[in-house]
């Protein structure tokens, strides 16, 4: 779906990143996992994103998340794939872990006046 906005939106799309908060809220979901391994989920699905997005056939067998020959039918615009923040700053580590760009290819991002460096 992200790559199908992008197109649509010629690639001005930014993405939010968040690997869920209290976990009484998240267990009315079906989600029983604790912080660390809602990171590693996180971790997991964006390394397949990532991939995906730059148009790579995926195979992916991780502690939380498995794939089998998954690919793009439809790049995203944007190379190598959409922008993706978050507005909590403590998520920026899930940002970094992928080692992801603003979409100048700056590793910061800027939220509410604050610049937080993305490393690189």
């Known amino acids: 779906m992200a790559a199908t906005f992008d197109q649509i939106s010629n690639g001005r799309i930014i993405l939010n990143v968040v690997t869920g908060g209290d976990t009484k809220e998240l267990a009315k979901d079906g989600i029983f996992l604790n912080h660390d391994q809602r990171y590693e989920l ?16 995926v195979t992916f067998n991780g502690r939380h998340l498995k794939v089998q020959g998954a690919k793009l039918q439809f790049p995203p615009v944007q190379k ?3 922008t993706l ?16 760009n603003t979409s100048n290819g700056v590793n910061f991002c800027q939220l509410g006046g604050r ?5 690189g």
């Open 42 to 57: 996180t971790d997991e699905f964006l390394t397949i994103w990532r991939s995906l997005m730059q148009g790579d056939e």
């Open 80 to 82: 190598p794939y959409p």
């Open 85 to 100: 923040l978050s507005p909590i700053p403590h998520n920026l580590i899930v940002i970094k872990m992928v080692g992801d």
């Open 115 to 119: 610049k937080f460096d993305l490393g």
